[in-house]
T-cell receptor, first 120, second 110 residues
Framework: GAVVSQHPSWVICKSGTSVKIECRSL??????MFWYRQFPKQSLMLMAT?????????EQGVEKDKFLINHASLTLSTLTVTSAHPEDSSFYIC????????????????FGAGSRLTVL | DAKTTQPTSMDCAEGRAANLPCNHS???????VYWYRQIHSQGPQYIIH???NNETNEMASLIITEDRKSSTLILPHATLRDTAVYYC???????????FGTGTRLQVFP
C-alpha cells in the first residue's frame, strides 16, 4: 500500500537553530502534500499545502518565513522550522493523496507517522 | 471550513460494537464524509469514507442518514487496540484539504 515516511521521527534542538523535517511518498508520486501541526491534547491544524515545483500555500496565521516548505520532487517535501523557539515544539505531520490503483478507495489522504520537535 | 460535531469521549467494552456518531448538518451534495483515527503519538489512519450510501470495509462500517446530516462509524467488535481519537471530516471530492475537528476519544476497556 501507499506509504508516507517522515524523518526524523523526533528531534531535539536548541533555541535559535533551524530544523528540517522530510516527508517522502515511498511508492507513489505526490504532486501535493500537506503539513499539519499538533500540540498536546489538541487536534491537527493544517499549516500549509506543499505543491511540487511551485510555492507552498499557507493557511491563515502561519508564518511562511518561519516555516519554509520545499517540494522539489514528486516524492519529497521538506518543512524547515527556522530559528526555532520553545513555542515551536510540536508534533508535525505530513500527508499526501493516494493515487487511484493503490487502494480500493479513491482520493484518500495517507499520513506520515509524524515528527516530534522539542526546542530547548 | 467544514464543521462536524462529535462527542468528546466514549467508552466501549472490548468485543462489543462501538458506535461513534457525527453531525455534519452543513454538508453539501458533493462532499464526502471521511473517518480517520489517531492512536497516541502516531499519524492519522484512514478508516472509511462515503457519500450517501452505507459503506463497509475490513475495518468498519459507515452509516449515513438519508438527509446526509449525520453519520455513524461502527467498529463491530472493538478491541483494546481500537482505543484512539476518531475524527469525522467532510470535504469535496475534488479538494484534497482535510480540516480536522476535535474528534471523539474512544476508550475500549477490558
Amino acid at each position: 500500500g501507499a506509504v508516507v515516511s517522515q524523518h526524523p521521527s523526533w528531534v531535539i534542538c536548541k533555541s535559535g537553530t533551524s530544523v528540517k523535517i522530510e516527508c517522502r511518498s515511498l511508492d507513489f508520486q505526490a504532486t501535493t502534500m500537506f503539513w499539519y501541526r499538533q500540540f498536546p491534547k489538541q487536534s491537527l491544524m493544517l499549516m500549509a499545502t506543499s505543491n511540487e515545483g511551485s510555492k507552498a500555500t499557507y493557511e491563515q496565521g502561519v508564518e511562511k518565513d518561519k516555516f519554509l516548505i520545499n517540494h522539489a520532487s514528486l516524492t519529497l517535501s521538506t518543512l524547515t522550522v527556522t530559528s526555532a523557539h520553545p513555542e515551536d515544539s510540536s508534533f508535525y505531520i505530513c500527508s499526501a493523496r493516494v493515487p487511484a490503483g493503490y487502494t480500493s478507495s479513491l482520493n484518500v489522504l495517507t499520513f506520515g507517522a509524524g515528527s516530534r520537535l522539542t526546542v530547548l | 471550513d467544514a464543521k462536524t460535531t462529535q462527542p468528546t469521549s466514549m467508552d466501549c467494552a472490548e468485543g462489543r460494537a462501538a458506535n461513534l456518531p457525527c453531525n455534519h448538518s452543513t454538508i453539501s451534495g458533493n462532499e464526502y464524509v471521511y473517518w480517520y483515527r489517531q492512536i497516541h503519538s502516531q499519524g492519522p489512519q484512514y478508516i472509511i469514507h462515503g457519500l450517501k450510501n452505507n459503506e463497509t470495509n475490513e475495518m468498519a462500517s459507515l452509516i449515513i442518514t438519508e438527509d446526509r446530516k449525520s453519520s455513524t462509524l461502527i467498529l463491530p467488535h472493538a478491541t483494546l487496540r481500537d482505543t484512539a481519537v476518531y475524527y469525522c471530516i467532510y470535504r469535496s471530492y475534488n479538494t484534497d484539504k482535510l480540516i480536522f475537528g476535535t474528534g471523539t476519544r474512544l476508550q475500549v476497556f477490558p
